[in-house]
C-alpha cells in the first residue's frame, strides 16, 4: 500500500508543473510521512522484487528534490525545502545518508534572495538535519563536519555583519532582520550537540549576543529575541576552548553575578545600603556622583555601557535572566551551582524595598548626595528589580526540589520582605505566590507556627485576588483589612453608577478578569497551603477566610485540598466544619469528589471529624428542605439548638475568638448591605432579645410566618458565602433566631413545635423594620 | 521490558561463599521476571539497617567501623571511604527523588545529616540514650523518625534542622537541631520501624519492640493508632504500598502479615477510635513458616513494588520469597552465604514515569568537609556562606522554559512543517506571483548586457503600444460613423413608412368628407321632398276644407321618426 503512495508521490512530484507545485506540498508532506516505514527501512537488506520497485523510487523521489532545489523557480525551491524536511523526518537515517547534495542545496538557498519563508524553512531543515546527525558518527563525518560551519557563516550573515579587528572578527546586528530569532533558535539548538564545530565562532557569537542584550535606547529587540539570546548567551560556554570548558560554567555564572552586583552598585547609589556580602573578595565601586547614573565601562561579561536608572535596571533584569538560564538549562557536566552567591545576591537585591509611605526611608537610609529624583526613579524600578530576583530564586527551587531544604527559610524571609511593601504591584504578587507555592510544597509539612504566620499578609492577599472585585464580597474584605475604611468614605467618593445597575458592573469584571495567571497562581498556593502546612499553624480567621474565597470562586482543587486536610477540631467548640458539602453540591459530577464523598476503598479519616461528618449531612438536609418547599420546622430546631448556646453565652465575657468573630461578620454583612445606621440597632438587638421577650415574640411571629421560604432561603445562602459555615450561618442569623429561641422558651414549651403553629396568633404592633429591610437587601444582594 | 530488582547487603560471617561471591558485600539482584545477579559491589560489610540505596549511589555503613562506603550506580565501583567521628548504626536516604540527603545515625544517640551535593554536614543533639538502630524518612522529606534501644522513637525535622536561618524561637525554647517530637509507648527496645506511603498529614509509621508489640501510629500528630500484641518479638517490618497491611519478620525465620482492615468497612479500621485503645492480639498460628527450620532469623523484610511479593532476608544467607495472597512461602530467590543484614527493593526499571522526572543527577559525591567552612558569617548570622555551592547535572530545563514552546521548537520536530508556517509561506508565494514580474525579475540573475536589450524591448513595447492604441482608437471611430449611417437609414425608412401611413390616412378621410357630403345632400333632398310633400298634403286637406295643421302635425310626427331614424343614420 505504501509503495503505491510513495509512487503515487513521485509521479506527482514529477508530472506536476512547477508553479502549481506549492498547492499540493503539504499535502504531498503529509502522503510522505505516512511512507515513513518504507523510507526508514534499511536498504541493504531487500533482496525481493517488490523492494527494488521501492529504491528506484526512492532514488527517483531523491532525485527529484535534488534538482528542485536547484530549480530556477521559486514555487520549485519552496516544494523542495518542505518536501526535504518530510522526507528526513520519516527516513531519518536511511534518508540522510547520501543527502549530502540535498545539504549544500539548502545552505547554498540561504545566500539566495528567496522569499522569506524558503529561507526560515531551510534553517529548520538544516537545523533538523544537524539535530538527527548528531548520534551517527558516519553522518556526522559525512554531513555535519564538512557543511555545519558554512550554515553556522550563512546563517550568521542572514542577521549580522562581519566586522574584521586586529584582535579578531566579531560580528554587528543587522537591524530589522526578520531572521534573528530563528537563527538564534537554530544556534541553540545545535550548539550543546556540535560543541566542538562552534569552537571557532564562539568569540562571533558572544559579540553578537552582548550587542543584543546590552542594546540599549534606538536599537530595540523584541522579547523572543531576547529571551533566546539570554538562553544561548548561557550556553555559549560549553564552546569554550577545549582546556577551559570544564570551569567555562563556573566562570560566567560567577562574573555574571558579579556584574549584577556593579550594575546594583550604579543603580542603588541613591540608597546607602545595610547588606553586607558574605562574600569577602566583593568590593564596591567609586562613583562619581556629579554624573547622572550609569556605567561607562563594559562589565565582566563583556555587555556594553548604559546610562539612567531604567537602562540599569534594564540590565540588572538581563543579567539575571542570564543567571536563570544558567542554573536551568541542560548543563554539559557536573556543575557547581553557587547557592550561597546567589542568596547573597537576592538578599542585597531585596534588602532595598520601597518605603512604606513616602520619604520615610525602610530598611535603607537616602544617601545626601544624590537628588530625589533618582531616588524617586529608583523606586518605581524596584519591583521589576525585585520579581527578576524572585524569578531567579523560583528557578533554584525549581531545580534543587528538596534539596532546597537548607535555604527555603532565607527564601521564605527575603520574599515576604518584599511583598509586605511592595504588593501593590500586581506583578510582585504573581511572582510570590508562585515562589511560596513551591517553598510550601518543599517544606510544608515541617513548617515552623513563624514561617506560618509570616505568610498571612499573603495569604489574605491571594484570597483578596481571587475575589471578585465587586459588590459584598470586596467591600468585606476590605473591611477586614481594616476596619475604619468604611466610616471614612464619604458618600461623595462612591460611585453612583454601581447603585444604578450593579448587574452591569459584575458582568463587565466576570468578563475582563477572564482566567488570569495571577488568579491561578493564587489558587495553587492557597491549595499548597491547604494541602501541606499543618492546618492548627494557620490563624483560624485566616483559615476561615480561605475556605470562604474557595467557596466562593467554586475552586474545586482548593475545596478538595482543604477537605482533606480539615480545620483542628478544638475543645469545648463541637466538631470542626468541613467544606465537603459545597464540594459534594458543586462537582457532584467530578471523580475525585465521588471517590472522597462515597469511597470503594477505605478512606483516610481522623476522630473528631467523625462528629463533623455527621453535623454536616445534618446541614445538607436542611439545604434539601429548602429546596422542596418543605416545612421548615426541623431546621428551625436545629437552628434553635445552636443559638440557644450562643445567645445564652454571656457576651462581653465570651472567649475573644467568638465574639470577635461574630461582630465581625454582622459588621461586615450590614456594611456591604449599606445600613450603616441600622448597625448599632442591630447589634443592640442581639442582646436585647431576651429581655424583651413579649415584644419579640410577638415581632417575630408574622416574619417568621410570612417570610418563611425566603428567611430559610437565606440560610443556606449566607452559609454558601461563609468559610467556617456553622459559625457564621448561626452568627448571620443571630437576629431571626434569638426571636426564635425566645418563641420556644417561653410561650411554647416543647422545642418540636413547628414555627407555622404559632400562625394563629394575632399578629400585633411593632413589627421591627430593621431586621426585615436588612432580610430583603441580603437576599437580594446575595441571590 | 519491565524488571524489578532489590539491593541486598551482607554482614561479614565466618562462612566461605562461592568464588562468583567472594568479598562480595552488596548485591543487586533481579526478581523479576526471573532471578538473577545484576551486579555486585565488594568489600563491605553492614550490619542491619545500614544500607541506604539513592538513585545514583549505594551507602553502607561498616558494621563495627566508623566509616561509610560510597558506592556509584553509574560506574559499578566504590566511589568514597567516609570516616566519621563516631560509628554509625543506622543510615537512610532523605530528599525523596534524587536523595541529596544522607542522614546517619550513631552509637551515641546522634544523627548526622550529610548534605551529598554540597558536603555540609550538621549533627543533632544526643537525644537518644543509646545507639540509634533504625531510621527512616517519610516521604516528603520533610520528618526523620529514629529507633533506638532507649524504647524512644524521636521524630524529627528535617527543615528544622538542616535550614541555614532559623526562625525565632517560640515558647518551648528548643533548639531547632532537637527532635520535635518523641513517642515513647513501647517498654523496650525499638527493633524496627517503616513509614506508610502518604504525602498527607495522616501518614502512619509503624514501630516494632522487643516488648512483642507493633503499633501503629501518626507521626505528625503523635496519636496512636493501634497497638498488636505479637505473638514474639519482630526483627523488622514492612509496610503494604496502600497501607493497607504491614509485615514483619521474626527471629525463627518466619513472617506474618498484620491487616490493617477488617472484614466489610468502609473506613480505614486503623482510624476506628472505638479499637485505637485495645491491643489486638495476632495470632501465633497464623505465621507464615519459612520452608526450612534453618534458615535463621529474618533480619529484613521488603515488598515488591505491586505489593504482592513479600522478600524476607534471612541470616543463613538466603532471600525468600513469599506469595501474599496465598500466604506462604514461594520460592528462593538467592542464597548469599553471608547473613543477609538489609533488603531494598528498586523501582522496577521501564516504567515510562521514573525516568522522565528527574531533573538532574549526581555523578560524584562531595565528601562531608570538616573544615569550619560553613559556619555563619560573623556579621550575618543566618546567611547562606559564600562557599556553599551545590555539585549537580542538570540534565532537563526546569518547567518554567517548556510551558511555552516557541514556533521553532514546534517546527523542529514536525513530520514536514506547521501549517501556520506553510500557510504564511504559501500567502508569500501568491503574493510574489500576483505583484507582477517585478519581484521574478529580482529573483533572476540580472546581467548589464541583457538590461540593455531589456531596455530596447521596452522602447519598442512602447511604440507598438502607442500605435495599437491609434488603431483601436480608429477602429472605434469607424464603428461610431457606421452605427450613425445606419441609424439615419433607419430614419428614412420609418419616415418614409409614416409618410405613406398619413397618405392612406388622408385618403381615407377623403373619402369619409365625400360620403358625408352625398349623406347631406340626400338628406336634403329628402327634406325638400317630405316639405313639398307636406305641404301639398296641407294643400290638398284645406283643399278638402278638413284643418290642414292637424295633417301637418300627423306628418311631423312621422317624419321626426323619420328624421331621428336618419339622424341616426348619419351619426353612424
Known amino acids: 500500500m505504501t509503495s503505491t503512495t510513495l509512487r503515487a508521490i513521485t509521479h506527482r512530484l514529477t508530472t506536476t508543473p512547477v508553479d502549481q507545485l506549492p498547492s499540493i506540498a503539504s499535502f504531498l508532506a503529509t502522503s510522505l510521512s505516512d511512507c515513513a516505514e518504507l523510507l526508514s527501512a534499511p536498504q541493504s537488506q531487500k533482496p525481493g522484487k517488490s523492494d527494488s520497485d521501492n529504491a528506484v523510487q526512492i532514488h527517483k523521489l531523491k532525485t527529484r528534490l535534488a534538482s528542485l532545489l536547484q530549480d530556477r523557480s521559486v514555487e520549485g525551491r519552496w516544494t523542495a525545502v518542505v518536501l526535504v524536511k518530510a522526507t528526513v523526518e520519516a527516513g531519518q537515517w536511511e534518508i540522510l545518508r547520501g543527502y549530502e547534495p540535498i545539504v549544500r542545496g539548502l545552505i547554498g538557498i540561504l545566500a539566495k534572495p528567496d522569499p522569506i519563508s524558503t529561507r526560515k524553512m531551510s534553517i529548520i531543515t538544516l537545523t533538523r538535519i544537524f539535530h538527527l546527525t548528531y548520534q551517527y558518527p558516519t553522518l556526522v563525518r559525512e554531513i555535519t563536519t564538512p557543511h555545519l560551519p558554512g550554515f553556522i557563516t550563512a546563517a550568521l550573515n542572514l542577521v549580522s555583519t562581519l566586522v574584521k579587528l586586529p584582535s579578531g572578527s566579531s560580528r554587528k546586528p543587522k537591524p530589522n532582520t526578520p531572521f534573528m530569532e530563528i537563527v538564534l533558535h537554530a544556534i541553540l539548538e545545535l550548539v550543546p550537540r556540535h560543541p566542538t564545530i562552534f569552537r571557532p565562532f564562539g568569540s562571533q557569537l558572544r559579540s553578537l549576543l552582548t550587542e543584543i542584550l546590552g542594546a540599549s535606547e534606538p536599537v530595540f529587540y523584541p522579547e523572543p529575541v531576547v529571551d533566546v539570546a539570554v538562553q544561548l548567551f548561557a550556553s555559549l560556554y560549553k564552546c569554550a576552548p577545549k582546556d577551559k570548558s570544564g570551569s567555562g560554567w563556573t566562570d560566567d555564572s560567577r562574573s555574571t553575578i558579579l556584574s549584577v552586583h556593579r550594575a546594583t552598585d550604579h543603580v542603588f547609589r541613591a540608597v546607602v545600603e545595610q547588606w553586607e556580602s558574605v562574600d569577602g573578595s566583593l568590593v564596591p565601586i567609586k562613583q562619581n556622583y556629579s554624573k547622572e547614573v550609569g556605567d561607562g565601562g563594559s562589565d565582566f561579561l563583556g555587555l556594553p555601557s548604559w546610562r539612567g536608572v531604567h537602562s540599569g535596571a534594564n540590565r540588572i533584569l538581563t543579567l539575571l535572566r542570564i543567571l536563570s538560564e544558567f542554573i536551568s538549562m541542560p548543563s554539559a557536566s557536573n556543575v557547581a551551582l553557587p547557592l550561597g552567591l546567589i542568596l547573597d545576591l537576592t538578599s542585597r537585591l531585596t534588602s532595598v524595598i520601597v518605603p512604606a509611605n513616602g520619604e520615610s526611608a525602610n530598611g535603607a537610609q537616602s544617601n545626601p548626595q544624590i537628588g530625589r529624583e533618582e531616588r524617586e526613579q529608583l523606586w518605581a524600578e524596584l519591583p521589576r528589580i525585585h520579581i527578576g530576583a524572585m524569578n531567579l530564586l523560583a528557578h533554584v527551587v525549581s531545580i534543587l526540589e528538596t534539596s532546597t531544604t537548607p535555604i527555603t527559610q532565607s527564601i521564605l524571609e527575603q520574599a515576604n520582605w518584599v511583598f509586605r511593601n511592595e504588593k501593590f504591584s500586581k506583578d510582585v504578587r504573581h511572582t510570590t505566590y508562585d515562589l511560596l507555592q513551591s517553598l510550601v510544597f518543599v517544606n510544608g509539612p515541617a513548617m515552623a507556627k513563624q514561617s506560618v504566620t509570616s505568610m498571612v499578609n499573603v495569604l489574605r492577599s491571594c484570597c483578596h485576588d481571587l475575589l471578585p472585585v465587586t459588590g459584598d464580597s470586596g467591600s468585606q474584605s476590605k473591611s477586614q483589612s481594616d476596619p475604619k475604611s468604611k466610616s471614612k468614605a464619604g458618600p461623595g467618593t462612591s460611585n453612583a453608577d454601581s447603585f444604578l445597575n450593579p448587574n452591569l458592573n459584575a458582568r463587565q469584571i466576570s468578563i475582563a478578569s477572564g482566567s488570569s495567571k495571577i488568579e491561578d497562581s493564587a489558587s495553587t498556593l492557597l491549595q499548597a497551603v491547604l494541602l501541606s502546612v499543618p492546618s492548627e499553624l494557620l490563624a483560624a480567621s485566616v483559615r476561615a477566610e480561605i475556605d470562604r474565597t474557595i467557596i466562593l470562586t467554586a475552586d474545586k482543587d482548593a475545596m478538595l485540598a482543604s477537605v482533606l486536610n480539615p480545620i483542628p477540631a478544638v475543645k469545648g467548640r463541637g466538631a470542626g466544619a468541613s467544606l465537603i458539602p459545597f464540594l459534594a453540591r458543586t462537582y457532584s459530577d467530578q471523580k475525585e469528589v465521588e471517590a472522597l464523598v462515597r469511597p470503594r476503598m477505605p478512606v483516610l479519616m481522623t476522630a473528631p471529624e467523625l462528629d463533623a461528618y455527621a453535623e454536616n449531612e445534618e446541614e445538607e438536609e436542611a439545604d434539601e428542605m429548602v429546596t422542596e418547599e418543605y416545612d421548615a420546622a426541623p431546621a428551625a430546631n436545629e437552628f434553635l439548638k445552636v443559638s440557644r448556646v450562643e445567645t445564652q453565652k454571656p457576651e462581653p465575657t465570651a472567649a475573644a475568638p467568638s465574639l470577635h468573630k461574630r461582630t465581625y461578620a454582622e459588621e461586615s454583612t450590614l456594611q456591604s448591605s449599606g445600613l450603616a445606621l441600622a448597625s448599632e440597632q442591630q447589634a443592640g438587638q442581639t442582646k436585647k432579645a431576651r429581655f424583651e421577650e413579649d415584644i419579640s415574640t410577638n415581632a417575630a411571629e408574622p416574619v417568621s410566618g410570612q417570610n418563611q421560604p425566603s428567611s430559610v432561603a437565606k440560610v443556606s445562602v449566607s452559609s454558601a458565602t461563609s468559610a467556617d459555615a456553622q459559625t457564621s450561618t448561626t452568627t448571620k442569623e443571630t437576629p431571626f433566631k434569638a426571636q426564635v429561641s425566645t418563641v420556644s422558651s417561653t410561650s411554647q414549651p416543647a422545642a418540636d413545635v413547628s414555627v407555622d403553629d404559632s400562625d394563629d396568633e394575632v399578629p400585633t404592633l411593632n413589627m421591627d423594620p430593621d431586621t426585615d429591610d436588612d432580610e430583603d437587601d441580603d437576599v437580594t444582594m446575595e441571590g | ?572
Open chain 2, 1 to 572: 521490558m519491565l524488571s524489578e530488582s532489590f539491593v541486598a547487603s551482607t554482614l561479614l560471617s565466618a562462612k566461605s561463599p562461592t568464588a562468583t561471591l567472594r568479598d562480595v558485600g552488596i548485591c543487586v539482584q533481579e526478581f523479576q521476571p526471573s532471578p538473577q545477579l545484576r551486579s555486585t559491589f565488594k568489600k563491605s560489610s553492614t550490619a542491619a539497617n545500614g544500607l541506604a540505596v539513592s538513585p545514583t549511589h549505594i551507602f553502607s555503613a561498616q558494621a563495627e567501623k566508623a566509616v561509610v562506603h560510597v558506592y556509584s550506580r553509574e560506574k559499578g565501583n566504590q566511589e568514597a571511604l567516609v570516616p566519621f567521628p563516631e560509628r554509625i548504626r543506622s543510615i537512610a536516604v532523605a530528599g525523596a527523588k534524587y536523595g541529596d540527603v544522607l542522614v546517619l545515625g550513631t552509637e551515641g544517640g546522634r544523627l548526622i545529616l550529610w548534605e551529598t551535593c554540597t558536603g555540609r554536614q550538621v549533627a543533632t543533639t544526643a537525644s537518644h540514650l543509646q545507639p540509634v538502630t533504625s531510621l527512616v524518612v517519610d516521604p516528603t522529606s520533610n520528618f526523620i523518625l529514629s529507633g533506638s534501644p532507649d524504647a524512644t522513637v524521636h521524630v524529627w525535622s528535617l527543615p528544622g534542622i538542616l535550614s541555614f536561618s532559623k526562625p525565632a524561637l517560640g515558647q518551648n525554647r528548643q533548639p531547632s537541631n532537637a527532635p520535635i517530637r518523641t513517642f515513647s509507648n513501647h517498654r523496650a527496645a525499638i527493633t524496627a520501624l517503616a513509614i506508610g506511603h502518604s504525602n498527607g498529614r495522616h501518614n502512619i509509621a509503624v514501630s516494632t519492640a522487643k516488648d512483642n508489640t507493633a503499633i501503629v501510629w501518626e507521626y505528625q500528630t503523635g496519636r496512636v493508632l493501634r497497638t498488636f500484641l505479637l505473638p514474639s518479638s519482630a526483627t523488622c517490618v514492612a509496610l503494604d504500598p496502600v497501607d493497607r497491611a504491614g509485615y514483619v519478620g521474626y527471629e525463627d525465620g518466619s513472617v506474618q502479615s498484620i491487616d490493617f482492615y477488617r472484614a466489610h468497612t468502609v473506613q480505614h479500621a486503623l482510624h476506628d477510635v472505638s479499637t485505637q485503645s485495645t491491643p489486638a492480639q495476632v495470632s501465633l498460628e497464623d505465621r507464615w513458616l519459612p520452608p526450612a527450620a534453618d534458615s535463621g532469623s529474618a533480619r529484613a523484610i521488603s515488598l515488591s513494588y505491586d505489593g504482592t511479593i513479600l522478600l524476607s532476608a534471612h541470616d543463613s544467607g538466603k532471600v525468600l520469597s513469599w506469595n501474599i495472597a496465598r500466604r506462604k512461602f514461594a520460592t528462593t530467590v538467592a542464597d548469599y552465604t553471608h547473613p543477609v543484614t538489609n533488603l531494598v527493593s528498586l523501582p522496577p526499571s521501564g516504567l515510562q514515569q521514573t525516568t522522565k522526572e528527574s531533573k538532574r543527577t549526581i555523578h560524584t559525591i562531595v565528601k562531608p568537609r570538616h573544615d569550619n567552612a560553613f559556619a555563619d558569617p560573623s556579621h550575618a548570622p543566618g546567611s547562606v556562606p559564600a562557599d556553599y555551592v551545590f555539585n549537580t547535572h542538570i540534565i532537563t530545563p526546569s518547567q518554567s522554559r517548556t510551558a511555552k514552546p516557541s514556533l521553532f521548537t514546534e517546527a523542529l520536530t514536525h513530520a514536514s512543517f506547521p501549517d501556520s508556517m506553510l500557510d504564511d509561506g504559501l500567502a508569500e508565494l501568491a503574493a510574489l506571483r500576483t505583484s507582477g514580474g517585478s519581484d521574478v525579475a529580482r529573483v533572476v540573475p540580472v546581467t548589464p548586457s541583457t538590461s540593455n536589450s531589456v531596455e530596447d524591448a521596452s522602447a519598442r513595447d512602447n511604440h507598438v503600444t502607442e500605435l495599437e492604441a491609434e488603431v483601436s482608437m480608429l477602429k472605434k471611430k469607424a464603428a461610431v460613423n457606421d452605427t450613425a449611417r445606419h441609424a439615419t437609414s433607419n430614419e428614412v425608412v420609418q419616415l418614409r413608412s409614416d409618410l405613406a401611413a398619413l397618405q392612406d390616412y388622408i385618403n381615407e378621410l377623403h373619402e369619409k368628407q365625400e360620403a358625408a357630403q352625398r349623406d347631406k345632400v340626400l338628406r336634403q333632398a329628402r327634406k325638400e321632398e317630405r316639405e313639398t310633400k307636406k305641404r301639398e298634403a296641407w294643400l290638398a286637406a284645406e283643399k278638402k276644407g278638413r284643418n290642414g295643421d292637424v295633417v301637418m302635425k300627423k306628418i311631423d310626427v312621422d317624419d321626426g321618426a323619420l328624421t331621428s331614424d336618419s339622424d341616426d343614420l348619419s351619426d353612424e
